[in-house]
């Protein structure tokens, strides 16, 4: 391990993860020798350079979100898996046919920025069947059009997951479709109102510059057909919420929006079919087009941090393989049914509650329990829909789908904790609401004390007082400022999903994390090895590596840096260990039983799980594996106390582990063995007080409290569900980002503040000079526009990095 | 001055061709993504000439 050493400080020319075993994976990359971290890298970097895309290297911009080496793990039994997706009942629900050609969506999992896609659409299109890969930036989306009968699917997504990424079937979702369908028609009144508003501003020029009066009117009434659309079409949907939000009897800034373009805009039609003095046509779709664009740039951000949700529809627990005597059936797993026998296969996860009939494994429940060590199982245990099965075959009789499943039973509790949460109120909403109730009586009284000039007069003058204090600056300053934060945060790898989570980051009094997969990485890692005999530790440690080569039990992922002996006729006995021959002996690892044939004791009571590598029963070396601790846990936990934010750990682990780790990471109030329910009732305690606890957490056990807490942060390994009821989540594995989202939210809460003053400010210097007559409306509709802009370009800072 | 009487119209009937025009692109989902075509022009243009240069090493080990 001596050369290992001295290139301690290497990083991994693929992931970019420090690595000690550089020189042992180097990949020659354009006659260079690059290090890699692990075996996956390895391969992911040789698949690369063989398909000649080694480009991929010079364009990317960030490294890549997940870590090949798990991939490689679950080489064994993911191409299994992939072949489910063959199958014509699961292609049923997101393959269409065209002809011999078949077109399917896929998610991608791990794509990190443009050059990803570039990655997977070459890779794909080298392949011959493959017609068309178009990969969609935005949404991680593949559309795949291929020639089924060259090749099954379950090759070109095993082409996908050779490059690092993971693929999953996608089939849009009714809200899904809905989210599109406002995207495209946002869009539309966009472009309407933009065009609108050019040509409407040609045509006015020469109004405002003069001309004879027959022309004159005819350019009024061009303008007026131009902004018929404009108004119908694009403003429409300022005038369904202002409408909406009346019958609510609840003000809001669309209400002054609406009132101003439709009396501007009826004003002006009067004034070109009487020859009124002035018309404003222009005011009325500049208005309306900087209000859209707003809107746009707010809506483009949401749909953006939906997108982490979607990637959620991944579709393994949806298929099932039932067996009919000695047939196998794949059904989707909606179609289960109690009764039903099913086989379960390694590497795949249990589709409904059940009991085993027959076979031996060990099932991985870390998502339900927080247990980060498999289960073992067999005949006559029960086995929750949801988890993992990990290392044999197993077939089940099913007891519980649907609504009875143990699954269901948390996501009830689930849907409890999120109908009590405490709602949290924000600053510009009730701002913006007086503030309308101010200027729609400020309105009405001018035009009051104007009438008797005149009600065209009073008309105009109340009309300039709306537009010059439409809120226009106001209905900006918080969305824009949020818009930025979010943007520059998701780079850091931070996503948010919801828009008030800036504004309650700021005032954290605590924060709670769950322990498995959150503090810690949720797998096992080498962490000691004691040699008993003449063999060297290293030596020990080669051998046990080439036995866990040949295994995808998750003690094999601890080993998988390591090249590994080539060990023969390796057999693995389900939750007790593994054998094989090196050199004409029998060597097995695993618990001490099966080891050496009977129970012994380990060295030393540290925590984790010991075990035995032995050779023909002699005991040859003491391993213990834990999990270990993320490597930005402590600066997060430090940076935390730095702003006397309190902390707590609520694990679902029994064992004093949860206890160590806290004495580690300096964290005081620790609980241990707590149940779904238990977690919320104590951050329930905490509301009680009046606390306002963020929840960060990774499992299913965690999503009661993550839809509870005031709010959540899920992991980027977290599970489906815990993802989905997160309000934000981290995109890499560094912990440390909250600090940066602590960081930016109170910036954010400035900047907001600063915009909210300016445009009150503005507003109220505005208001008394338009009340008084003095500002014709095209004026207000500039100076409105130059307010919005400042505002929007002092949102616009929160995008730079710190810190480059 | 009269000829507005004929220009202002035909500028109407080219707007709205240019809409309809626009309209269309946005159902046939053209602008459905809006962040990877700005990148996927730049590395396209590369991979020609990493084409050549690939083929060109493989001659050599030939």
Known sequence: MNIAASHATQSCFHCGEPTNEGERWATQIDGQWQPMCCPGCKAVAETIVASGLKDYYRHRTDLPE?????????????????????????????????????????????????????????????????????????????????????????????????????????????????????????????????????????LSVPIYVGMELQHENFMRIAAMLLTFPVVLFSAKPFFDAAIRDLKTRHLTMDVPVSLAILLAFTASIWSTFNQGVEVYFDSVCMFTFFLLLGRFLEMRARHRMGKAGNNLMTLLPTVALRLQGEEEEVIASSEVRVGDVLRLRPG???????????????????????????????????????????????????????????LSTIMRLMDRAQQEKPAIALIADRVASFFVAAVLVVSASVATFWWPQGPEYAFFVALSVLVVTCPCALSLATPTALTAATASLRESGLLISKGYVLEALTHIDRVVFDKTGTLTLGRLTLEQCEALADRSQDDCLQ?????????????????????????????????????????????????????????????????????????????????????????????????????????????????????????????????????????????????????????????????????????????????????????????????????????????????????????????????????????????????????????????????????? | MDIIYVLVPLSLVLLSGAIAIFFWAVRSGQFDDMDSPASRILFDDDEQGHDAENNNQEQHRD
């Not at chain 1, 996860?349 to 247990?371: F, N, Q, W, Y």
């Not at chain 1, 980060?372 to 988890?387: F, H, M, R």
């Not at chain 1, 840096?561 to 593994?578: M, P």
């Open chain 1, 66 to 202: 997940l870590s090949p080496a798990e991939f490689d793990s679950q080489d064994l039994s993911a191409r299994d898996t992939l072949k489910m997706y063959d199958s014509a009942t699961v292609q049923q629900q997101f393959v269409v046919p065209h002809g011999d050609e078949r077109e399917a969506t896929l998610i991608i999992d791990g794509i990190s920025c443009a050059a990803c896609a570039w990655l997977i659409e070459h890779r794909l299109k080298q392949l011959a069947s493959v017609q068309q890969a178009n990969l969609n930036l935005s949404n991680h989306r593949l559309t795949l059009r291929w020639n089924n009968q060259q090749q099954p699917l379950s090759e070109l997504m095993e082409a996908i997951v050779r490059l690092g990424y993971k693929p999953a079937p996608f089939s849009a979702t009714e809200q899904e479709a809905q989210r599109n369908r406002e995207s495209r028609q946002a869009i539309r009144r966009l472009a309407v109102a933009g065009i609108g508003m050019m040509q409407v501003m040609m």
């Open chain 1, 543 to 804: 051998l046990i590596a080439g036995l866990e080569r040949h295994s995808t039990h998750p003690i094999a992922n601890a080993f998988r840096h390591l090249r590994g002996y080539s060990v023969e006729d390796v057999e693995q006995l389900a939750g007790e260990g593994i054998q094989g021959h090196y050199q004409g002996h029998c060597w097995r690892f695993g618990h001490s039983r099966y080891a050496a044939g009977e129970s012994l004791q380990p060295p030393s009571q540290e925590p984790g799980q010991w075990l035995l590598l032995s050779c023909d029963y002699q005991p040859q070396a003491w391993v213990r594996l834990n999990d270990s601790t993320r490597k930005s846990a402590p600066a997060l936990i430090e940076g935390l106390k730095r702003r006397d934010i309190a902390i707590s750990l609520l694990t679902g682990d029994p064992s004093n582990s949860g206890q160590r780790l806290a004495a580690e990471l300096g964290i005081e109030d620790v609980r241990s063995g707590q149940s779904p329910e238990n977690k919320l009732e104590a951050v329930r305690q905490w509301q009680a007080q009046g606390q306002r606890v963020l929840m960060v957490g990774d499992g299913i056990n965690d999503v009661p409290v993550l839809a509870g807490a005031d709010l959540s942060l899920a992991v980027n390994e977290a599970s489906d569900l815990a993802k989905t009821n997160a309000d934000c989540m981290l995109t890499n594995g560094h912990l440390d980002v909250i600090l940066q989202g602590l960081e930016r939210a109170q910036m954010t809460r400035r900047i907001i503040r600063q915009n909210i003053a300016w445009a009150l400010g503005y507003n109220l210097v505005a208001l008394p000079v338009a009340a008084a007559g003095l500002v014709p409306p095209w004026a207000a509709a500039i100076g409105m526009s130059l307010s919005s802009l400042l505002v929007v370009t002092n949102a616009l800072r929160l995008v730079r990095q710190p810190r480059g």
């Open chain 1, 348 to 406: 795949q996860s249990i589709p409904a509650d059940g009991v085993i009939l027959s076979g031996r494994s060990s099932v991985d429940e870390a998502a339900l329990t927080g247990e980060y060590l498999p289960v073992s199982k067999q005949k006559g245990d029960a086995v929750i829909g949801g988890t993992f099965n990990v290392e044999s075959p197993m077939t089940m009789r099913v007891t519980a789908t649907g609504a009875e499943a143990q």
